[in-house]
């Protein structure tokens, strides 16, 4: 595989996460010393691992993984076959799932609370579409930024986050951010990570790889022998290669490679020469990095002692010595690093042999995490409408987060509780009764005209502190008008004239006919239409507004029709039922 293959894959360049700000304040570089045995043949384990062939008709099982379709873990989409097809590719990279509708789509992956994941996502446009652009999109989750895709027409991208999981889901999100570039994605893979992995991560941040590497042999090192589902690729240096003569190692590490994956390692031709290596990243972005570099002596009866540098400050205490079929790992994170990493590791006076290593793993730390989400009752609220509504049952995952991918037919406020304040569900489609959403108390605005909405006004509605706009017109409810609406004063209307020559005088809010007693009709009947605000930021389709009066208006067009409303008394009214 050439070098700039495996950067497409893993590495930087077009393909790399995005750096994330500096951190401090974390667990010092160590020797981690735990105990266990390893032997050539890994024993993987994959009834955890949740792997899913985006696009495919079928479940299938590939070099004994199984591969699930996606269906039950998204409802939007429509699945694609690619018209490039390469030998060379994965199977899963053969099919994909793109999104058209939506601006954000979101897979819903059980997770274990509290646990530590491996996560990865693959991309291969292979001109499924014919237009031989392939986009640009954002991949999210649980409502945080994880990178900005670029796919390429002829070439898999893969992107890797270790995340720990927040409660029983996890929502890896796809958000259109470019007009006419639709998001598309190929495999999704989540798999648990063993207590005690990655310990100096800190739970504030995710943890996007950007380098993973093993040295002295060549080839890709994959899942059928990796527990955790890791890639690791061979490094091509100028140095000697090593091989060990054993096939088990006791490992003193908390990580824990693959014995593939250490059983070889590199070191400079002679024993007073140091190694260089050299990882790029984007220039003048901070970024705190966790490493790992891992060390096993693959020769018995010498010594080899040597120290770690990078960026021009030691990161070891003490000296390494390598020990013969030990494995130990050297790891801890790096803070307000920017440019390019350059480890240096150089031998000790009184060293028998020069530096070596067998792999090394570099994550880049994302910004710091946001814990807390959209208010927890607003998602509830949102929730009880998605599944009332058979046309939103496609929405999923985070709402409100991040900013610039909100839902589309919502409006949030930011801050420190992030609430829904808007819902702008006009010409939706919607069929059927209005579902219950009154735990969502912040709401200002709610446009629910042109739809084929029915049943009752549910009383909420004039319940809601806060609500200001409500437009329920063009639907086929029935029934009255609840006087929780009518005697809210807070909400805006629009009246207009028209005939009416009945025995009751009906009083139409949103299209529904609020009987009043006849007791003294008025030559004209009129129409109230609840109406929404241009000036509120919301989508596209709530954009067509009608003018606004003042909702006492409405107050005493309803008294002249005999109602006694909340605050009157009976002597202010001209006529009382």
Wanted: charge should be negative.
């Amino acid at each position: 595989m050439a070098c700039e293959e495996r950067c497409c894959v893993m590495g930087q360049s077009r393909c790399s996460p995005r750096p994330g700000q500096s951190w401090s304040g974390r667990a010092p570089w160590r020797w981690v010393n735990g105990v266990s045995i390893l032997v050539e043949r890994d024993h993987v384990h994959t009834t955890d691992w949740l792997t899913i062939d985006c696009g495919a008709q079928s479940d299938n099982n590939n070099n004994g993984i199984n591969w699930t379709t996606d269906d039950r873990y998204i409802k939007t989409g429509e699945n694609k076959q690619v018209l490039q097809n390469k030998t060379t590719l994965a199977d899963q990279m053969l099919n994909l799932r793109y999104f058209k509708d939506q601006n954000k789509n979101c897979y819903t992956l059980p997770s274990f609370k509290d646990m530590k994941y491996l996560i990865r996502a693959g991309f291969y446009y292979g001109n499924y579409n014919g237009l031989s652009k392939p986009p640009v999109f954002d991949l999210q989750f649980d409502g945080n930024t994880w990178v900005t895709v670029v796919s390429l027409i002829d070439e898999p991208v893969y992107y890797e986050v270790i995340y720990l999981a927040r409660g029983d889901v996890i929502s890896i999100c796809l958000a259109r951010t470019r007009e006419n570039e639709f998001p598309f994605i190929s495999s999704l893979e989540a798999v648990p990570l063993s207590d005690g992995m990655y310990q100096s991560m800190s739970s504030d941040y995710a943890y996007l790889t950007s380098y993973r590497y093993h040295f002295g042999e060549d080839g890709i090192i994959g899942y059928h022998v990796d527990p955790s589902n890791r890639v690791w690729f061979p490094m091509e240096t100028k140095l000697t290669n090593v091989t060990a003569d054993y096939t088990s190692i006791i490992d003193r590490s908390y990580d824990s490679p693959p014995f593939s994956a250490i059983r070889s390692a590199v070191q400079p031709p002679y024993s007073d020469e140091s190694i260089i290596l050299t990882f790029p990243f984007p220039a003048e972005i901070q970024r705190t990095n966790y490493i790992a570099l891992y060390i096993a002596e693959v020769f018995e009866f010498h010594l080899r002692e040597f120290k770690v540098n990078i960026n021009g400050n030691d990161y070891s205490v003490e000296p390494i010595l390598a020990e013969y079929q030990v494995l130990r790992e050297l790891a801890g994170n790096l803070d307000s690093i920017v440019g390019a990493m350059n480890i240096t590791l150089s031998p000790v006076e009184g060293s028998n042999l020069p530096p070596m290593i067998n792999a090394i793993e570099i994550y880049t730390a994302s910004d710091m995490l946001n814990v807390t989400g959209t208010y927890e009752v607003d998602v509830e609220g949102l929730a009880n409408i998605t599944k009332g509504f058979e046309k939103l049952k496609g929405w999923a995952g985070e709402p409100c987060l991040p900013a610039n991918t909100i839902w589309q037919w919502l409006n949030c406020s930011g801050g420190d509780s992030v609430r829904v304040t808007a819902i702008y569900l006009s010409r939706y489609g919607l069929e059927g009764p209005l579902p219950m959403f009154d735990q969502m108390k912040a709401l200002e605005i709610i446009d629910l005209h042109n739809n084929s909405i029915s049943g009752q006004i549910p009383s909420f509605l004039g319940e809601l502190p806060n609500l200001k706009q409500l437009n329920l017109a063009d639907n086929k409810f029935s029934g009255d008008v609840p006087q929780s609406i009518i005697n809210n004063k807070k909400l805006s209307y629009k009246q207009r004239s028209e005939n009416a020559a009945q025995e009751t005088t009906a009083v139409e809010l949103g299209g529904l006919g609020l009987n009043a007693p006849n007791n003294n009709p008025s030559p004209e009947g009129f129409k109230a239409e609840f109406v929404t605000s241009e000036s509120n930021g919301g989508p596209p389709q709530a954009t067509h507004m009608e003018s606004q009066l003042y909702f006492d208006e409405l107050h005493d067009l309803l008294r002249m029709h005999g109602f006694q409303l909340a605050n009157d008394e009976p002597d202010d009214l001209d006529h009382v039922a």
